[in-house]
């Protein structure tokens, strides 16, 4: 019998093609969904098998390499997350794909991540890595050529870094799989304890090998998850694609990122680099740096978030933002830590998903994107509005959403792991979100609508089947934390979190979220039995208020849409003129020219320049002493 | 969560309780401002009259369900906020939530607000809006860096464990890195109450009360009942960080008018500060000082 | 079959190319359909050789005149030779079909000549076992392709068939003054024997020698500085003789250096040639790549990349690992057959549109969909994208440099790899998302021929393991001269 993993790899891609190469109106919708619907099917049918924390291998040898890709506890965890986002953009591109060639490379980042996820050797886990970024650079290319160049480049940047990171370690170790690197890794790692400790010992991996393997591999990550200063990408990339394939993009394909930091710089050579890299203020200092960087992320992406004119670019900088809290929490270096990110991996993709959705359904239907030329939706589009809502309140962490109870864990690991500065950025961070969503709500669903705005209809059904999906999810794991966190206790294979599926305890604190939202409905009620006592409403519209006593005419949109955060950006105004992103560009400016001197100069079309290279290269070669 | 007799009526008692009382420190608010101004000022229940006032019209208008379900949000969301403290010798539902889910349910209340003044259409009210975001982002840094510090002293998240400790090694503003956090928070706390200087928010003679502006009837009643419970538990959050928590509830209620009173005081003094000053301050001194603090409980 | 049938792949091209003049007396519009009859013959005989040699596993050694060397001269195509001899018929019969469009100016018989004998040239100094029937060969190649650079008759041919024709020839003197030198010493000029008593050389006369040889080898092969002349006569010559210099002349140049790099790898100076070629190899990418950044003419800026690809398999061959060997000549193939596609592709549409300037490329997905999308995927797969050839064998290169601890020459070429990923990128912009135009119709024969080499990029990048599998042997005939040695069947002089 032909074993799952392969089918779960590879139909979304045959699916892909067939798509493109069909593109027939229709026909490529339905096998553009059959592609994403296989995957999680399949991936679900083998839940039982990975739950008992058996695993799945699927081994090809191909250019005599031997690849292997395996479903097991952890990897059908970020599986089944990438699956169930695959099908929601599945959903969603089934109402905004105009073309075979979006759901080519859609369908192909799909599988690309799902090999990404399951390889078990560094070879596969490059070759999808590089076709991830292919695929999602070719989705990006179509719509804008700057933003798309830019990604690739920092994409490029980040994967041959880590193809260094690959062939030294293939230098030292002469192995590709991740099995026997990581032993030797582990065994590496308690000799350089020996050493530490005064015995002689002769390392597999120098300290130095060790601080270029570590720099390459979270160059390569860090670009992928967007942390800081590589997430220039990030914004332009997010927000010049088809939204429905943003959903995946932003939701999953960063979460390479983040996978690649934990199942590559943590548990295949944690241990190593601890030893070799040594500690800071009791913290393993590779631990902090990561931990530095995922704080210093949520922070300036955050701000910029806030200050954003345009929609995708909003939700853009918070999905950077929101990774960064993923990385803030590995950082943590405990195993509460290392749970609270493995729960926001799975919160972040399905409230960012689902916003992502609802600004395609949104910008499907009116076409705009800037927040100046939005306004009173909710009437319009109610059912996205609601879900829109859902994906606001999981975002800002308000309990009792899935956004809440992993961001709860990651406040609780940064705290308990000592580091006071970082878990400060944390509650800077989640106050700016708050702020941001708001914008999000204010400028696209309330207050007065643009007259232009009057005949937009609701979202179309696959992208509210899609939202719905979302949604329910958003909140099943926000009441029932226990289900996730009851699989990731398997991931450490002991209870990191103890409780049951509606409460999680820690070792210093504990969250109910049932308790919590029961008594929040409670409250609700009381509060709603307060206003049903009270006397009837009369239903006035949005222009009949208060002005002063001015008047106030249909002509004039009272709105604030503009600027809405002009007084933050007054108090950051220094900090403002600084751009990773324009330095970026400068750089980018200077090797050009840089160029054209180089060629220039060089090949200067002089024949007798020419022959001087020769003499030269004779003269090296007298003075190296070879002639 | 069995169900629990004693439990349910003493969540009806307190909240009974906790309601009354928010609407007396509303009024102790108002009365102290009015003499510190040496003025004669309203009678201490004069909020309650406003708001029994406020539910008994006849009419009152709105602008859709979001409106009208904001205020309810809001008052919802204090009201739990409140039932997970462990008020004085009354547990609650504390020990179902630790101290970072009541800090975050403390601030949802505002989300309702927010919603509600959002759906209004009113500019002012949006002013509002944006103006209390903008406060909430800026205090947010110094307040993060107050609770750290706490739960870096004590070693626990959970409130009730809090106060036993304290009950034990005495008040946490005895310890000096705490008396620091102490500061940091009690400058914070102006904000979340909405005093003076950084009644930001609803700033009546700038932006007419900004999200409140639209509300009249019955949701304005909702909005003042709120705020009483708000007020409520955040002084009593106060109280269970800094001052020892409190065996019963006159202790508690003592302690919770001290602090009452430091914010009335310090509201009477100082003027109100300007959106990006408020930012620029809390950025500045308090978090200065905040870092300080979780440094030294390290 | 005997072997010595093999040396038809020196007489096929050698005979023909005489009878260019007699064909043209016939019918002028003869000449190219012979063109393509000798190119498809040398393609049968080659492919017979291939299939011979890579069955049986054993070199076929063609004995001039039934001397046994080292006193005759000898041909060695071994698992190297036969597959790129291969290579080279191969790609010279396509080009002999995309002849008939892109050769317009006269004398066509002229050209018929110097085709087969620069096909001839490649041919031999892949084949050879002598050192001085190497030179020979050399010889032939540079100053036919000195003739074919000059060719289209414009001012600007002529000048850089001048710059080739300068640097070449001093290359090739140097060369030839490495030959006298090792011969002077040794005594003898088969490739077999100089492996065999390179150890015993006189230490000075061995360093000179092997530096001389590899220096004047570096022209041919392109190595910055030396490369100079390429990018102007990859310009200038007519669009068949670029895919020619790209796909198997500078191969064969890169084949003798490597080669005559490891049968004297037991001279004292070895280590220190490697790394200097390692360095001049390093370069070689890094100054092509960020040459072609701005290129605003495409033939030009494929043929910087060409340039940048062979340092990379300079790189991967002066490595002096079997792993780096087996990885430069899985490049060699997988460059061939890229280059070979988008120059073809660029040709025709310089051809076609008047000129190879980027603004031709405007909207070419609509105007020229089959040439669109197959320098589409000839770029995607010279960029390293997964799925295709180019993929496996950078992947490959990298992993030997690493290992030898070359790290620093790793993390330069993979720089200029991101360069060169932005100039192609860019390129694909303009084709397929920019301008518009009328749609042109495609030659089939062409179409076909470029669809097939898309086909085999993505059939090797698919499944790489046949293609490895021959690279793998072709890299240790190189690479174990012991071996080498041993199949030579020496007369036993001098030993």
């Known amino acids: ?607 007798q320049s020419y022959s001087w290279y020769l003499a030269i290269v004779l003269l090296i070669l007298a003075l190296w002493g070879v002639l | 969560m069995n169900f629990d007799v004693r439990l349910v009526l003493e969540v009806i008692g307190m909240l009974l309780y906790a309601t009354f009382m928010g609407f007396i420190f509303m009024g102790i608010e108002r009365k102290a401002m009015a003499r510190i101004q040496r003025r004669v000022g309203p009678p201490i229940y004069q909020p309650i009259i406003d708001t029994l006032k406020l539910l008994g019209k006849k009419e009152s208008i709105s602008h859709g369900f979001i409106y009208d379900f904001g205020p309810i949000f809001a008052l919802g969301a204090s009201i739990t906020a409140l039932l997970f403290l462990p008020l004085a010798n009354f547990q609650l539902f504390s020990s179902n939530a630790d101290l970072i889910v009541v800090a975050y349910l403390l601030e949802v209340p505002m989300l309702g607000i927010m919603l509600g003044a959002m759906s209004s259409g009113n500019p002012y009210s949006a002013l509002g809006v944006q103006r209390g975001l903008l406060t909430m982002v800026a205090m947010q840094l110094p307040y993060g860096l107050a609770i750290i510090a706490i739960v870096q002293h004590f070693g626990t998240f959970k409130l009730g464990e809090i106060v036993a400790l304290q009950q034990v090694h005495g008040w946490s503003i005895l310890v000096p890195a705490l008396l620091l956090a102490m500061i940091v928070f009690d400058i914070v706390f102006q904000a979340m109450i909405g005093l003076e200087p950084f009644d930001i928010i609803t700033a009546p003679a700038e932006i007419s009360m900004g999200p409140m502006l639209e509300y009249g009837g019955k949701q304005a009643a909702i909005l003042f009942t709120q705020h009483a419970v708000q007020l409520f538990a955040e002084t009593a959050f106060f109280a269970i960080l800094f001052l020892g928590g409190a065996s019963n509830l006159l202790e508690l209620l003592i302690k919770q008018i001290a602090v009452l009173f430091i914010a009335i005081f310090v509201a009477s003094i100082y003027p109100r500060f300007t959106i990006d000053q408020a930012a620029k301050f809390f950025w500045k001194w308090p978090t200065i000082i905040g870092i300080i603090a979780v440094l030294l409980t390290v | 079959m005997n072997g010595q049938y093999a040396s038809l792949l020196i007489a096929i091209p050698l005979i023909s190319a005489f009878f260019v003049p007699v064909i043209k007396a016939a019918s002028k519009k003869a000449v190219m359909p012979f063109l393509v009859l000798v190119t498809a013959a040398q393609t049968a005989a080659a492919a017979w050789v291939f299939n011979e040699v890579y069955t049986t596993g054993k070199p076929i050694i063609v004995m001039a005149g039934a001397w046994r060397p080292p006193v005759g001269i000898n041909l060695y195509i071994g698992h190297f030779a036969a597959l790129f001899v291969f290579i080279v018929a191969a790609v010279s019969f396509l080009l002999s079909i995309y002849n008939f469009k892109t050769i317009k100016i006269e004398p066509i018989d002229k050209y018929a000549m110097l085709f087969l004998l620069l096909m001839l040239g490649a041919t031999g100094m892949i084949a050879t076992g002598d050192i001085f029937n190497l030179f020979v060969f050399m010889e032939i190649t540079s100053i036919t392709a000195y003739a074919l650079t000059a060719y289209n008759k414009t001012g600007e041919a002529a000048e850089a068939s001048m710059k080739y024709m300068i640097l070449g020839g001093i290359g090739s003197s140097f060369f030839l003054i490495g030959i006298a030198i090792v011969y002077g010493s040794l005594g003898t000029l088969n490739m077999a024997q100089i492996a065999q008593l390179a150890g015993s050389m006189n230490a000075t006369a061995a360093q000179a020698g092997l530096a001389l040889l590899i220096f004047g080898l570096a022209v041919e092969a392109e190595l910055f500085p030396l490369n100079a002349w390429a990018p102007d006569a990859y310009q200038a010559a007519p669009h068949p003789v670029t895919v020619m210099f790209s796909a198997f002349v500078v191969k064969a140049g890169l084949y003798a250096a490597a080669r005559l790099l490891y049968i004297m790898q037991s001279v004292g100076s070895w280590h220190s040639v490697l790394k200097l070629v390692v360095i001049m190899a390093t370069l070689t990418v890094l100054v092509a790549e960020f040459s072609a950044l701005r290129q605003r003419n495409v033939k030009r800026m494929i043929a910087y990349s060409s340039i940048s690809q062979v340092g990379f398999i300079a790189l991967a061959l002066a490595l002096g690992t079997q792993a780096g060997v087996d990885a430069g000549v899985f490049h060699m193939v997988n460059h061939a057959i890229v280059k070979a596609l988008l120059f073809i592709a660029v040709g025709y549409v310089a051809v076609e549109l008047g000129g190879a300037e980027m603004e031709n490329f405007r909207g070419l997905g609509r105007r020229m969909p089959i040439t669109a999308f197959s320098i589409t995927i000839g770029s995607l797969a010279v960029i390293g994208i997964p799925m295709f050839n180019v993929f496996w064998s950078k992947l490959r290169i990298i992993l030997a440099t690493v290992d030898v601890g070359y790290t620093w020459a790793a993390a330069l070429v993979l720089i200029a790899s991101v360069v060169e990923a932005v100039y192609y990128l860019r390129l694909l912009h303009v084709i397929w998302f920019e301008g518009s135009g009328e749609r042109i119709t495609e030659s089939a024969a062409l179409g076909a021929i470029m669809l097939l080499l898309v086909a085999l990029v993505i059939v090797i990048g698919v499944y790489p393991d046949y293609v490895w599998n021959l690279a793998q042997k072709a890299g240790a005939d190189i690479f174990n001269v012991a071996q080498y040695i041993k199949n030579v069947p020496l007369m036993g002089v001098g030993a």
């Open chain 1, 1 to 607: 019998m032909i074993n799952e993993v392969p089918i779960i790899l590879f139909v979304p891609i045959v699916a892909g093609i067939l798509a493109w190469v069909l593109d027939v109106k229709g026909v490529r919708e339905l096998i553009g969904l059959a592609g994403a619907v296989i995957p999680v099917a399949y991936l679900i049918k083998v839940y039982p098998t990975v739950a008992d924390g058996k695993s799945i291998t699927y081994a090809l040898t191909l250019g005599s390499f031997n690849m292997s890709f395996t479903l097991n506890t952890m990897t059908w965890y970020f599986a089944i997350i990438g699956a169930v986002l695959g099908l929601t953009m599945a959903l969603g591109m089934v109402s905004t794909a105009k073309s075979g060639y979006n759901w080519l490379f859609a369908l192909m980042s799909f599988t690309a991540v799902l090999g990404v996820f399951t390889a078990q050797d560094f070879v596969s886990f490059f070759l999808f890595w590089e076709l991830m970024t292919f695929a999602s650079f070719m989705m990006v290319l179509k719509y804008n050529r700057h933003a798309s160049l830019k990604y690739f480049i920092l994409s490029v940047i980040g994967a041959y870094a880590m193809l260094l990171g690959i062939a030294l370690v293939y230098a030292r170790t002469g192995a590709l799989d991740f099995a026997t690197i990581s032993q030797v890794f582990a065994k590496d790692a308690q000799l350089t304890g020996l050493s530490g400790m005064g015995y002689h010992a002769t390392l597999t991996f120098s300290r130095t090998d060790m601080i270029l393997l570590f720099t390459f591999f979270l160059t390569a990550f860090g670009v992928k998850a967007g942390a800081f200063p590589l997430h220039v990408w990030a914004p332009d990339a997010y927000s010049e694609t088809d939204q429905s394939y943003t959903t995946f993009f932003s939701g999953v394909l960063s979460k390479a990122g983040v996978y690649g930091i934990f199942y590559v710089l943590l548990m295949m050579m944690g241990a190593k680099l601890y030893f070799s890299l040594g500690t800071f203020h009791g913290h393993p200092l590779f631990l902090y740096i990561i931990a530095w960087i995922g704080a210093i992320t949520v922070v300036v992406a955050s701000f910029l978030a806030v200050l954003q004119e345009d929609l995708r670019k909003l939700l853009a900088y918070s999905s950077v933002g929101q990774v960064g809290y993923i990385l803030l929490a590995i950082g943590t270096g405990t195993a509460l830590g290392f749970s609270g990110a493995l729960f926001h991996v799975l919160s972040h993709a399905i409230f960012k998903g689902l916003f992502w959705l609802v600004t395609a359904a949104v910008i499907l239907r009116t076409g705009k994107t800037r927040f100046e030329d939005f306004g009173g939706l909710a009437e319009k589009m109610p059912i996205t509005f609601a879900m829109g809502l859902v994906a606001v309140l999981s975002l800002a962490g308000i309990p009792p959403m899935a956004g809440f109870a992993s961001k709860w864990l990651i406040y609780e690991a940064a705290i308990q792991a000592h580091m006071p500065l970082v878990a400060g950025a944390i509650f800077l961070g989640s106050a700016l979100a708050f702020a941001y969503v708001v914008r999000f709500l204010y400028s696209l669903w309330f207050g007065q609508r643009p007259s232009d705005l009057d005949d937009v209809k609701e979202a179309p059904a696959p992208l509210l089947v899609g939202m719905g999906i979302l949604g329910i999810l958003n909140i099943v794991f926000g009441i029932a934390p226990g289900l996730v966190v009851e699989y990731i206790n398997k991931l450490f294979r002991k209870p990191v979190i103890t409780g049951n599926y509606y409460k999680m305890i820690t070792p210093n604190g504990t969250y109910n979220a049932l308790s919590v939202t029961l008594v929040l409905i409670a409250g609700i009620v009381i509060a709603g039995l307060l206003y049903v006592y009270g006397a009837r409403a009369r239903k006035v519209p949005v222009t009949d208020t208060y002005q002063s006593g001015n008047p106030v005419t249909e002509e004039y949109n009272l709105s604030i849409r503009r600027n809405f955060y002009r007084p933050l950006a007054e108090a950051l105004d220094f900090w403002l003129k600084y751009s990773w992103d324009r330095f970026y560009e400068r750089l980018g400016q200077l090797s050009e020219d840089f160029a054209d001197v180089l060629r220039k100069s060089v090949y200067n079309g002089n024949v």
